[in-house]
């Protein structure tokens, strides 16, 4: 494996691992949860930020208790670990309202620092983005946003370097299309698993665009992966589980509409101040929770012709059924076979439909 894949691989693997040390006087560790999070203000208040992941293998039993079992397994395991201390110390959790899992875990987190103080759990606070096309919604993101951003400098005692940190996201953001079109080749240089790596490497933004760089400029020398290609949407995959399945059985993942993968939004943001970062997260992405299902499968139809593939594959988890309510759509609008796995355990996949001979029928 060349050196700038090995090290993305390498940082990918520690993701949601423990985080000791500190980035320097009065910089907090903060774990955040939902892909509506405005990561910019956390690189800008100078913030040791990652994202906080599930674990298919751990016990998921008190985040059970407090969630309840209808709730996306992946909120259930996040509480969990949580509360088992799996992250290390961290300062404060913020997470935003991109879907209703990700609300209940904040009002859990809340709740629990209020009624069990002896947890010691760390400070939460919520950053509701809100996506109607409404002008009254950009003015509610906008004064949201702005609360987060005071919040940060209260936390840190210092002000943002909004601009900066908006100008290092836009050129990760650039980087990651350009590693994008690595999977989308004909055959495609990187795997689904692969690019999972490189997106979510567990790296301050600075670090992530330096082995980007060395990842493009080794591109020529690497692999190439052969199989049928298939574009993945559905649920969010927080760890590799379901896309080592896949991939094992001959495909190759090229593209995906999860906040985990390739953004669904790669523009950048149009300026360096809050109400170019409120407009972005305004508008940034038909996701499963918050889009119409003709507008899911618009987007799909041409992720699908893009990145060239030959299977549509919707999977969602038990506890996360929105994403199966868009397939039929999705799959009049792809015009390649479909198949649907619905209700799937979190981090497996039940891969029978896959595997039968002529997946239009399924």
């Not at 209808?70 to 300062?91: K, T």
């Not at 009002?107 to 069990?116: C, G, I, K, N, Q």
């Not at 409120?278 to 889009?291: D, I, L, N, W």
């Not at 699908?304 to 009049?332: K, N, T």
């Amino acid at each position: 494996m060349l050196a700038a894949l090995a090290a993305l691989e390498e940082a990918y693997a520690r993701r949601g691992a423990p985080f000791e040390g500190r980035t320097g006087a009065g910089a907090p560790v903060v774990g955040y949860v939902g892909a509506d999070m405005p990561v910019e203000l956390l690189t800008a208040a100078g913030a040791r930020a990652f994202r906080l992941t599930g674990d298919p293998e751990s016990d998921s039993a008190l985040g059970d208790r407090y969630l309840g079992r209808g709730v996306d397994p992946v909120a259930r395991s996040v509480l969990a670990r949580l509360l088992a201390g799996a992250f290390g110390d961290l300062d404060r959790v913020v997470v935003s309202r991109d879907c209703e899992a990700s609300l209940r875990l904040f009002y859990a987190l809340r709740e629990l620092s209020r009624v069990e103080p002896g947890r010691r759990l760390p400070e939460v606070y919520l950053v509701d983005i809100l996506h109607l096309p409404h002008r009254t919604t950009a003015l509610y993101n906008r004064r949201r946003i702005g609360e987060f951003a005071a919040r940060l400098e209260a936390w840190t005692g210092r002000p943002l370097d909004l601009a900066g940190a908006v100008a290092a996201h836009n050129e990760r953001r650039r980087l990651l299309a350009a590693a994008a079109e690595l999977r989308r080749a004909v055959p495609a240089r990187l795997t689904g698993r692969q690019f999972l790596a490189v997106a979510g490497a567990a790296l301050p933004v600075e670090e992530h665009i330096a082995l980007l760089e060395r990842l493009l400029a080794e591109a020529g020398r690497l692999a190439e992966h052969a199989g049928r290609r298939v574009f993945l949407s559905g649920s969010d995959h927080d760890t590799p589980h379901v896309y080592e399945a896949i991939e094992s059985e001959g495909h190759v993942i090229v593209g995906e509409d999860h906040s985990f993968g390739e953004p669904l939004r790669a523009e950048p943001v149009g300026g360096g101040g809050l109400d170019a970062l409120a407009e972005h997260y305004h508008h940034s992405g038909p996701t499963a929770h918050r889009a119409t299902a003709a507008e899911r499968a618009a987007h799909v139809a041409t992720a699908v012709r893009r990145c060239r593939a030959e299977l549509l594959l919707a999977y969602s988890r038990a506890g996360d059924e929105a994403p199966a309510w868009d397939f039929p759509a999705q799959r009049a609008a792809a015009g390649i076979p479909a198949v649907s796995l619905e209700r799937q355990e979190y981090g497996r996949s039940d891969l029978t439909a896959l595997r039968k001979d002529d997946p239009c029928a399924v």
